[in-house]
């Protein structure tokens, strides 16, 4: 490292030579030879240049030996004039760049022409992260084909799950690498206290109006210079810059509503008292200690969602001349979600600043200061939690009773007071920063060195009154999370033209260094519930308090090289992870190439025909900081004496998971770029998997983590656009996607399966995410049926207490018995299809658009049927279950008899009956929008003027049954996926706003 | 330019403090509330942190409720499952499958504390420390042994012959395929384990005493039907003029299994009902056992309370604190079985006077009539419903004391209990995994 950085001290002695000028001037329109105002004109190589007057026009100073112009303008072609000796006067049309093949993107640590990529990269545009409501990072990326994003919970500010070409992992993380501005975030869930099984969302921090570009590197020779945290993929988030001209002011306001998806129907307070009766006997309506109350009837769906408001104002200047460039924001979004309750509040704000001191040396600046308050309610899995106590509670019990307290029965949550009075706040405020300097050394040489920090820091404080079902005299729970990351870059980039070749390669070393620092307490029985302090409580119920961290030191190369149609890519990376004992070095190459057929002229219809083959290495060192290492843990204590126990049984030669992945690609242009055409084939193989191998349990440890078992992703996108229309009045642009993946556990340890979740089994030969369960085959009508299977076995009954109205299943192993040998695979959480068609239309000043949004072959484990229709216990059944049950022969095959006890648990057991089909059509987003004409913003003083309304989530077609398909009741597990258990389902929503150009 | 240079310098200066100090070195993190294995046990202190994680293993959230309490009781007529989780009904319901993942925890939760007492068992004798006495290295393994014996006999009750392991666990390789004993072998193991404690314990000891090692040998005795060697184990737990009638119900303790607040259990969140606060209502003490206690027995009134038409134990009562706080300690052994092993013993050695004598101490202290006509058909019945309600709801004793009498198809057969009932399965995980281990003859296996 020393050597390096001596090495870049004589490289920065080195001096540069001075420059004489000359005058030059020049019109610049499009083809129509309408002025492009504001185009920029620059000397390529240098920082000299300026901007386009209101009629086109320019002049600059040009230096004597300067060979050509680059003059660029947002949604037209960059175009490089070449400056002739002794011409004073350039005339220079501009291009519409149609689909976009001249935008310039940064891949890796270095810029590239979308047109020469020879990787598999998406990208969304700015308009297209902030269009729907409530927009995240992550909300976004769902519209790149072969990225599939989920929402586990519909709770403002929860987490997603975002997969990008597939799951390739089981222990470690399969999000991809977020990086912003190139510096890699700090991304997951960290609240300590779980409210069921939704997740935090540490990238809520970004604000999505911040965003001017999001690039999604998919293929192993874009992600390889990534490394060992490649292996999900790799988003490049771009934040927001000046543009050289005239400071641009900006407000954007949003007002609308949330509202709930959809709602399910339970039974009302008569036919709660009949299923008590049929479920318990003549008497059995008097159950439940008195908390029922049968003149009563709550909706408690109705009572806990509402149209609730979202509002969201975004403040933002940006400009800057030729030298300095500044864009500058401050945001604020307040986000009520469908249950009442729930809120999301965000203050962020936002400086970028861009200054050339000299012809040779740039200063970047970027600083993002966010503070949010996330306000939590429990659900899922819970019996605490609003949705779960709304879905399962009898109506028969009062919102309040007649002394004012909220009504509960069998230690459910009062479903209003989960929403009410349970307050807990997710606190954070963090810094995303990063400041670099860049120095061209030579033409050819330039030097870079970047800092960037990404400081978080959580704090969640909770406090559960003595009104909940929760505690019984108040209960205080408080933690804070702080993480730290650094990173410290230093890159050297070398660009030259041999002849028709031109080459570009970077080297660099990247220093990370993570630490965290958590602690958490909980104390119970307070005073009184006006007493919501940690001071006041009398019973400390735990203390916990740790430290953790991570380095990661790299050494980087690649080259791009380009020689007519021939694009060449090479890169390589060594990662030194501290995660690791024996195995600390990671080595990562990448290579891709591609030709264009039609470099120089069209072929036949194409503009563009481009053969791509990439060839790549990631790595994935996701795990916990320490999970390698063999240790004692304290914290063992009894009473008051500290104790020690092993904690960890470890593993000195893990090392991180590797994934191999190939990718064919195909890029084609048609009719004047106006449609473009992009197919991916891809296979990556996840070998070297950190699992928790299964041990016999008698060994004091029932897994260990090791590197065994493997898995293939292997799919195919395809991406079409079609630029419709395009002229002054009126344009339509389309955009079909569609993915395939197929995914395939390949190998497991001694290839035993793993069970998770509710009904998840991991195993070969399966998808992650397979549900195992029974079969079943309808329902016994009658004895008859009974007795013949009975008499299957010698042994035993077929099913042990069955009798006619319970589910019959299949006796897989044909042993005419039923046990947990004859459970089988009953569905996939993945779906094998996602697919989305995005059309937008403008027609003068109006604008239309529309994103329907595909998930097809997904399952649903909709372990809700098991309570809400497992018609066995005290909780409230669906209307359709209670009315449908099997009550005499002939009744059908969908809902069991009403019984209870154990034998009624056939009823309920994991079976293809609690799986249903959660392919969906969704129209996630549509927007409607006015701008007003010039001339009569003119007048008010306004550069632009904008009116808009938006739809969320505002048509879904699906079988689901219950809320929504798009659902984990797990959160963030990455292979516990696809359960509903009593999950807030997302929003849908309505908002309408105003953009104002001053 | 010069100073656009120094501005570069400088940050690039800046930039490489970071990475030139050692912050950024691959060895720079380690972890403060974890040591490696060979730095765990070295001295005195660490010896008697390592002996207070034995005790921490046996405060297992799993175990003070499904191990010790709940998984034998649903399994007998002490308590019914009144909750919600369906592999607790499995226990309720004589139906528990290998699949039980309650079972599966319960288990490998028992060999956790199994693993941590190996790994002390191991280490101590190489530790070299002037401070470390004989007296206090024993009293340390002799904790050790105690806590292993205590899993093993949880272990042997509820599967019969289980592995038995003895050394800690360090690798993953094949010697972790370990086949089951039988549960001769385990129990004497078992007793191997508790004489060491019951000679070597000391006021050291973090609450393990002798006459707890004592007690567990006399416990193990009864389920061996070595009935001799029974009464001179209990002898030796309470002495041998014990007066169980000047202690309150209870209060006769030999060693519990203590919690702080900090560090408690949810034992009553689960016997508690819903109306009593933020109770769960998962287990009940059964209709039969209410049935049991005789008009005027005071015991009941210290052991069931009825509220909304509910039945509910209140032995655990601390429900006024949170699930996971309180402070209800497990009644691993009291005077009153020492007690009550006595009289059977009395009974079966003929002594019906004896037998008499320790019976009505604890018929008296719960203000109850003495029984005076214990003969050769009455005495079990008579000392098992006894032992039915002086010791419900505290773990397996009503199970145990009707397997090894041969009662249990009797007794339970109506409730769903078959011969096969005597053992649980073994966890599939650990068939799975285990490649030594056969499944047992369970009902479902």
Redesign the interface.
């Known amino acids: 490292?020393?050597r390096l950085?001596l090495l870049?001290?004589v490289l920065?002695?080195s001096?540069f030579a001075a420059v004489s000028a000359q005058q030059i001037t020049g019109k610049i329109t499009d083809k129509e030879g309408v002025p492009m105002i504001g185009a920029s004109v620059f000397v390529i190589g240098t920082t000299t240049g300026t901007v386009a007057d209101i009629d086109g026009n320019f002049t600059l100073n040009v230096p004597e030996n300067a060979k050509k112009l680059a003059v660029s303008y947002t949604g037209f072609s960059t175009q490089n004039i070449p400056l002739i000796a002794g011409q004073t006067a350039y005339q220079i049309t501009l291009a519409n760049d149609g689909i976009g093949l001249d935008e310039v993107i940064v891949v890796g640590y270095s810029p590239v022409r979308r047109k020469d990529l020879v990787g598999a990269v998406a990208s969304i545009a700015s308009e297209d992260i902030t269009r729907e409501s409530g927009a995240t990072v992550q909300s976004a990326l769902r519209q790149a084909p072969g990225v599939v994003v989920q929402q586990s919970s519909g709770a403002p500010g929860s987490g997603f799950n975002v997969r990008v070409r597939g799951v390739t992992s089981v222990n470690a993380d399969n999000e991809p690498l977020f990086v912003v501005d190139g510096v890699p975030v700090i991304a997951g869930s960290f609240a300590q206290q779980g409210v069921g099984g939704q997740s935090s969302n540490a990238l809520a921090d970004i604000n999505p109006a911040d965003i001017e570009s999001m690039e999604i590197l998919k293929d192993a020779s874009t992600t390889a210079i990534y490394g060992s945290r490649a292996a999900n993929g790799v988003v490049l988030i771009t934040t927001k810059s000046g543009k050289a001209g005239k400071t641009k002011i900006s407000l954007n306001s949003s007002y609308g509503f949330n509202e709930v998806i959809n709602k399910v129907d339970v039974v009302d307070g008569t036919q709660y008292n009949q299923y008590l009766r049929e479920r318990f006997g003549a008497g059995g309506d008097v159950i439940?200690?008195?908390?029922l109350d049968t003149t009563v009837s709550s909706n408690w769906q109705d009572l806990i969602f509402d149209r609730n408001p979202v509002q969201s104002h975004q403040l933002s200047m940006s400009g800057g001349d030729l030298k300095t460039k500044f864009y500058a924001s401050l945001g604020y979004d307040n986000e009520n979600g469908a249950l009442n309750g729930t809120n999301f509040t965000r203050y962020s704000g936002r400086v970028n600043l861009d200054h050339r001191?000299?012809d040779?040396?740039g200063?970047n600046f970027n600083l993002s200061y966010t503070n949010s308050d996330n306000k939590r309610i429990q659900g899922d899995n819970n019996i605490y939690g609003a949705v779960s106590a709304a879905l399962l509670l009898p109506p028969q019990v009062p919102v309040r009773r007649e002394d004012g307290s909220y009504g509960?029965?069998?230690?459910l949550e009062n479903p209003v007071a989960a929403t009410e009075v349970y307050d807990n706040h997710l606190v954070t405020n963090r810094i995303i920063g990063n400041?670099?300097?860049s120095?061209s050394l030579l033409d050819e040489l330039s030097l870079k060195?970047?800092?960037g920090v990404d400081n978080l820091n959580l704090r969640e404080n909770v406090f559960e009154p003595?009104s909940?079902?929760?505690?019984?005299?108040g209960?205080i729970f408080e933690a804070s999370n702080l993480r730290t990351r650094?990173i410290?870059?230093?890159l050297a980039t070398y660009t030259d033209q041999f002849g028709s070749t031109s080459l570009s390669t970077t080297v660099g070393?990247i220093?990370?260094?993570d630490?965290i620092r958590r602690n958490s307490f909980?104390t119970?029985?307070l005073p009184s519930d006006n007493f919501p302090s940690a001071d006041a409580a009398a019973?400390?119920?735990?203390?916990s308090g740790?430290?953790?961290?991570?380095?990661l030191?790299s050494y980087i190369f690649s080259a791009n090289v380009n020689n007519g149609g021939l694009y060449v890519t090479a890169s390589f990376r060594a990662d030194?992870?501290?995660r690791f004992i024996n195995n600390?070095w990671g080595y990562f190459p990448g290579i891709a190439a591609g030709y264009n057929f039609a470099n120089l002229n069209p072929v036949g219809p194409f503009d563009l025909l481009k053969a791509r083959v990439s060839y790549g290495q990631t790595g994935n060192n996701n795990i916990g900081?320490?999970e390698a290492?063999?240790?004692?843990?304290?914290?063992?204590?009894?009473?008051?004496?500290?104790?020690?126990?092993?904690?960890?049984?470890g593993n000195p030669d893990l090392v991180w998971e590797t994934t191999n992945q190939i990718n064919v690609g195909l890029d084609m242009a048609l009719a004047e770029n106006r449609i473009g055409i992009t197919l991916d084939f891809y296979q990556k193989n996840t070998s070297d998997l950190i699992l928790n191998?299964?041990?016999?349990?008698?060994?004091?440890?029932?897994q260990?983590i090791?590197n065994v078992g493997s898995m293939q992703n292997t799919g195919i996108e395809a991406a079409v656009t079609f630029e419709t229309f395009n002229n002054a009045d009126f344009s339509w642009t389309t955009q079909l996607s569609a993915a395939y993946n197929k995914n395939e556990v390949t190998e497991l340890f001694n290839d035993?399966p793993q069970d998770f979740g509710f009904a998840t089994r991991l195993a070969v030969g399966q998808p992650v995410g397979s549900f195992f369960g029974l079969e079943t085959d309808g329902i016994y009508q009658n004895q008859a049926a009974i007795d013949a299977d009975n008499s299957l076995s010698e042994d035993r009954d077929y099913i042990?207490g069955a009798a006619p109205g319970d589910f019959r299943f299949v006796d897989q192993d044909g042993n005419g018995i039923i046990?947990?040998d004859d459970r089988t695979f009953i569905g996939q959480a993945l779906p094998d299809v996602t697919a989305g068609i995005d059309n937008k239309l403008t027609y003068k000043g109006l604008e239309l658009d529309f994103f329907l949004q595909f998930s097809l072959g997904n399952d649903v484990y909709n372990n809700n049927l098991a309570f809400a229709e497992g018609l066995n216990?005290v909780f409230a059944p669906t209307v359709r279950a209670f009315e449908g049950a099997w009550r005499q022969e002939g009744d059908g095959n969908m809902f069991p008899r009403i019984v209870g006890?154990?034998?009624a648990?056939n009823n309920?057991q994991d079976s293809d009956r609690l799986v249903e089909d959660g392919s969906f059509m969704r129209l996630k987003t549509i927007n409607l929008a006015y701008s007003f004409e010039d001339g009569l913003i003119d007048r008010i003083g306004l550069q632009s003027l904008r009116l808009f309304v938006r739809g969320t989530n505002l048509v879904t077609v699906t079988d689901y049954s219950f809320f929504d398909p798009e659902v984990n009741s797990f959160g963030n597990s990455n292979v516990a996926l696809g359960t509903d258990f009593l999950t807030l389902p997302i929003s849908k929503s309505v908002v309408f706003g105003v953009n104002v150009g001053f | 330019m010069i100073k656009q240079l120094s501005y570069l310098a400088a940050l690039a200066g800046f930039a490489s403090m970071f990475s030139a100090c050692d912050d950024f070195a691959l060895d720079s993190v380690q972890p403060i509330d974890s040591v490696p294995l060979e730095l765990a046990v070295t001295d005195a202190n660490s010896a008697g942190a390592a002996r207070a994680g034995i005790y921490d293993e046996l405060q297992d959230a799993t175990l003070t409720f499904d191990g010790y309490i709940a998984s034998y009781t649903y399994f007998s007529d002490d308590c019914d499952w009144t909750g919600t989780f369906p592999t607790r009904a499995q226990f309720d319901s004589y139906n528990v499958l290998p699949s039980n993942a309650t079972m599966g925890a319960v288990w490998a939760d028992y060999y956790d504390v199994i693993n941590t007492a190996n790994n002390l068992i191991s280490v101590l004798p190489g530790v070299e420390d002037p401070s470390l006495t004989d007296e206090t290295r024993n009293n340390f393994l002799a904790e050790a042994r105690f806590g292993r014996a205590l899993a093993y006999f949880h272990l042997v009750t509820g599967w019969e012959g289980v592995p038995l392991v003895l050394t800690p666990t360090v690798a993953v390789g094949d010697e972790l395929n370990v086949p089951a004993s039988s549960a001769d072998e385990v129990y004497a193991q078992i007793i191997e384990d508790a004489q060491f404690a019951a000679d070597n314990l000391t006021d050291e000891s973090l609450g393990m005493n002798r006459g707890g090692a004592n007690a567990l040998l006399a416990r193990v005795a009864m389920m061996q039907s070595r009935f001799d060697d029974a009464k001179g184990f209990a002898t030796a737990a309470i002495g041998d003029d014990y007066d169980l009638t000047d202690v309150p119900y209870l209060e006769d303790e030999i060693f519990y299994l203590k919690f702080i607040s900090t560090d408690g259990t949810s034992i009553a969140f689960f016997f508690g009902t819903p109306d009593l606060g933020a109770s769960r209502y998962s287990i009940a003490p059964s209709a039969k056992l209410v049935a049991a206690y005789e008009d005027g027995d005071l015991r009941k009134a210290l052991s069931v309370d009825t509220l909304g038409g509910r039945n509910y134990g209140i032995k655990y009562n601390d429900f006024t604190a949170a699930a996971g706080s309180q402070t209800d300690p497990i009644y691993f052994f009291r005077a009153a079985e020492q007690v009550l092993i006595l009289a059977e013993v009395a009974a079966r050695e003929g002594d019906f006077d004896e037998a008499e004598r320790w019976l009505n101490q604890v018929r008296q202290r719960a203000g109850l009539d003495d029984i005076d006509d214990l003969d050769d058909d009455n005495y079990l019945d008579a000392i098992l419903k006894e032992r039915y309600v002086e010791l419900a709801m505290e773990g397996g004793f009503r199970l145990w004391d009707l397997r090894r009498t041969g009662r249990a198809e009797e007794v339970l057969g109506s409730e769903g209990y078959n011969p096969c009932d005597n053992v649980w399965p073994f966890p599939q995980d650990n068939i799975d995994t285990n490649t030594a281990l056969v499944q047992n003859d369970c009902c479902n296996c």
Not at chain 1, 288 to 291: V, Y
Not at chain 1, 468 to 473: G, K, N, R, Y
Not at chain 1, 539 to 543: G, K, L, M, R
Request: net charge neutral; hydrophobic share 30%; charged share 15%.
């Open positions: 490292m020393h950085l870049s001290w920065l002695m001096c439940g200690g008195g908390g001191a000299t040779k040396l200063v509960s029965v069998f230690g400041i670099s300097a120095y060195v970047k800092l003595s909940l079902q929760s505690t019984a005299q209960l650094i410290n870059e230093y070393a220093y990370q260094r630490d909980e119970n029985d019973t400390p119920a735990f203390t740790d430290k953790f961290g991570s380095t030191n030194g992870s501290s600390r900081d320490f290492r063999p240790l004692f843990a304290g914290g063992a204590s009894y009473l008051t004496t500290p104790g020690i126990s092993q904690s960890q049984l191998r299964p041990i016999p349990s008698s060994s004091g440890f029932g260990v090791a035993q042990p046990n947990d216990g006890g154990a034998s648990e309920r």
